[in-house]
């Protein structure tokens, strides 16, 4: 039922931004929890940041802190992940993964987008 589709990746270098855009479609926007994960093999998927409903966000992986941030549009069912100082260990397919949850401590990921390609030359 929810459709979501990630954009705003590419090949950047070192130190540049790019700012991700999770789109979804199919559902009340304003009450999914929305994630972004980044998987780059053979290391495990990783829960980057979470965005609940009503704004609040939480950064989870260490080495992101202070460089990425989440943040999300109701109005235009949009969630972003904006991405600073890029190193190439960012390097990932990320993805955004949408919980019919308004609580932002969710693990109950049940949608997810294709993955969009994140590539930091150093």
């Known amino acids: 039922q929810v459709q979501l589709v990630e954009s705003g990746g590419g090949l950047v270098q070192a130190g540049g931004s790019l700012r991700l855009s999770c789109v979804a479609s199919g559902h009340t926007f304003s009450t999914l ?33 202070g460089r990425f941030t989440t943040s999300r549009d109701n109005d235009k069912n949009t969630v972003y992940l904006q991405m600073n100082s890029l190193k190439p260990e960012d390097t990932a397919v990320y993805y955004c993964a949408a919980a019919p949850s308004s609580w932002i401590t969710t693990t109950d990921y049940r949608y997810w987008g294709q993955g969009t390609q994140v590539t930091v030359s150093s």
């Open 33 to 65: 929890t929305i994630a972004w994960f980044r998987q780059a093999p053979p290391k495990e998927r990783e829960r980057v940041a979470v965005s609940g409903w009503s704004g609040q966000t939480t950064i989870y992986t260490d080495s992101v802190k």
